[in-house]
């Protein structure tokens, strides 16, 4: 009688072979689109987003059109790496969220370079240095990222992209038990996301602000007495032991992260589209600056102010619009804006991250 086990393996094994030479064929056929191109524009981020959304909505099951979604970005990452080896900036070090967001992104077989800031980030891609960059814009709990919106105000760079990343904290230390914890390093976003947790279960410890997660995982394995909010992959990164998980006051937490790079993306049929404006100093300006996005039919996904730096008590707005700038009924609100506006400044379309 026929082992039920080996015949089930037996058509794993015959199946395996029919993927691999299908990848293989669709590899040749990203190297012959490589060569078309002349080495030019590697990651089509419209493109990427036009085949995510085909196979999520072909899925038969039972895999989870997000697994399936994870498997497509490692095999376009394979691919996109035959063609040329595209870097990508990120907030580092090693064990961010941030790298987390771009290899969500991107993939594990892109090389990434950890940057000490996100000034940095900017700097890399403005520079040349990488071709893209992945910096954090705003949280679900504790708002915008103020340095981030600065630098989209001054920078050439173009958003081009979004990852929408979930955001599940750690506690974690050398020692064992949080009775011995004395210090608490975390980003200041962290801390305030996870300021609940703390006052109930380390009231008497230190809260220490750092440039990243992944560097208070750093310092926390250094000194004894000392704790770091983190992902969990920052815990086995630098060697410590996980005291407690999912600490964040908000289970929804979630943060979004933006692509940039020296080009902007294409209309991929599901996009938005970041505006940054200033009105002039007149009641009702941002209301008549903004009518258009409803006399056009467009509609406004974010609203977010920020002190300018020209002058005092002068603001500009951070706007997301569902569309691309290309789209028709876009393309007039977005004229119709820029006659209202004092300033104005389109900072990229780009496919909607799935939600």
């Not at 996100?118 to 679900?140: C, K, M, W, Y």
Request: charged fraction near 20%; hydrophobic fraction near 40%; aromatic fraction near 6%.
């Amino acid at each position: 009688m026929a082992d039920p086990l080996l015949e089930l393996r037996g058509r794993i094994d015959a199946l395996d072979t029919r993927l691999l030479k299908l990848l293989s064929e669709r590899a040749r056929l990203a190297q012959r689109i490589g060569t078309l191109k002349g080495g030019k524009a590697v990651y089509r981020p419209e493109r990427e987003a036009q085949i995510l959304r085909r196979i999520a909505a072909l899925n038969p099951g039972p895999l989870t059109s997000a697994s399936l979604r994870q498997i497509y970005i490692e095999i376009m990452s394979a691919c996109r790496s035959l063609e040329d080896h595209l870097s990508v900036a990120y907030l580092g070090p090693a064990g961010t969220y941030s790298e987390q967001a771009a290899v969500k992104a991107f993939g594990g077989s892109t090389p990434y370079v950890a940057c000490p800031s996100i000034d940095e980030v900017f700097r890399q891609v403005e520079a040349g240095l990488t071709g893209h960059g992945i910096v954090p814009v705003e949280n679900s709990t504790e708002g915008s990222v103020g340095r981030t919106l600065d630098l989209l105000l001054t920078t050439g760079a173009k958003i081009c992209g979004e990852v929408v990343l979930p955001i599940h904290h750690c506690f974690m230390s050398r020692v064992k038990t949080l009775a011995a914890v004395k210090r608490v390093y975390a980003h200041p976003q962290s801390l305030a996301q996870c300021q609940g947790w703390l006052a109930r279960l380390l009231p008497e410890a230190a809260q220490v602000p750092v440039l990243s997660n992944a560097e208070a995982a750093r310092i926390a394995a250094q000194e004894q007495g000392a704790g770091a909010i983190a992902g969990r992959n920052a815990a086995s990164l630098y060697k410590l032991g996980v005291l407690a998980s999912n600490i964040e006051d908000e289970t929804n937490n979630t943060t979004r992260f933006l692509v940039i790079g020296p080009d902007g993306a294409r209309p991929s049929g599901k996009d938005k589209t970041s505006l940054v404006l200033s009105t002039r100093n007149v009641p009702g300006a941002i209301h008549e600056l903004l009518t258009p996005l409803a006399r056009h039919a467009v509609s406004m996904t974010k609203l977010a102010s920020r002190p300018a730096r020209t002058g005092l008590w002068e603001y500009v707005f951070y706007v997301d619009v569902e569309g691309h700038a290309d789209d028709a009924h876009v393309a007039r609100a977005l004229r119709d804006i820029e006659k209202r506006a004092a300033y104005f400044k389109n900072l990229g379309s780009y496919p909607a991250a799935p939600r």
